[in-house]
């Protein structure tokens, strides 16, 4: 129809954070939902693209996984670049990852100053006997981060699509 516009305004969302904590499951869930239980081979393209229908308005996002940067982090930087949403997960169940979640936000930082949305996403909430950060720990950590937080499970679906509802619903009209 008319209304629709013929070409939709793109955000690059970049996922972010340490080895291993979910984030090609993530983008594997909310694109297709599925799920694997074995170590996701990241996505061999620079980025998928999902079209998202907002009460308001329909936008394009650019979903960027990381191909293994997390070991290179040299070339972090430019993959942040010109990006509007920085997703950072971290596995509930590894506290190591939890500990990394700081550094990552520098990392986005550094390049984009305040010009973007920072979420943490505390993933694989399914495994909540392994849990090594509680709920408190983590809303803490985000206020002190200044960035939101939001838990997940890839595996379930639980708050995923929320998750990038929420995310769509921070974007700059203008960008
Ligand atoms: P990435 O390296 O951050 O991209 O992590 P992957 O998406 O490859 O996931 C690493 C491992 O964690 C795989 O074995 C996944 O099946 C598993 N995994 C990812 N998300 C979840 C989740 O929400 N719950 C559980 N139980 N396992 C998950
Ligand atoms: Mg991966």
Redesign the pocket.
């Known amino acids: 129809s008319g209304l629709t516009p013929a070409v939709l305004k793109k955000y690059k969302f970049v996922f972010l954070?340490?080895?291993?904590?979910?984030?090609?499951?993530?983008i594997?869930q909310f694109m297709y939902g599925t799920?694997?239980?074995?170590?996701?081979a990241?996505i061999g393209i620079d980025f998928l693209s999902k079209t998202m229908y907002l009460d308001d308005r329909t936008i394009r996002l650019q979903l960027w996984?990381?191909a293994g940067q997390?070991r290179f982090r040299s070339l972090i930087p430019n993959y942040i670049r010109d990006c509007s949403v920085a997703i950072i997960?971290f596995?509930i169940s590894q506290r190591s990852s939890f500990n990394s979640l700081e550094k990552w936000v520098q990392d986005v930082r550094n390049e984009r100053g305040g010009d973007v949305v920072i979420m943490v996403a505390g993933?694989?909430?399914?495994?909540v006997e392994k849990r090594t950060v509680s709920p408190e720990d983590c809303e803490a950590k985000a206020r002190e981060l200044n960035v939101q937080y939001m838990e997940?499970?890839?595996?379930?679906g639980a708050n995923i699509k929320q998750l990038f509802k929420a995310l769509a619903q921070e974007l700059p009209l203008a960008q």
């Open positions: 954070g340490d080895i291993a904590v979910g984030k090609t499951s993530i594997n799920f694997d239980q074995t170590h996701q990241t996984d990381t997390e997960v596995d993933n694989k909430i399914d495994l997940v499970s890839a595996k379930t």
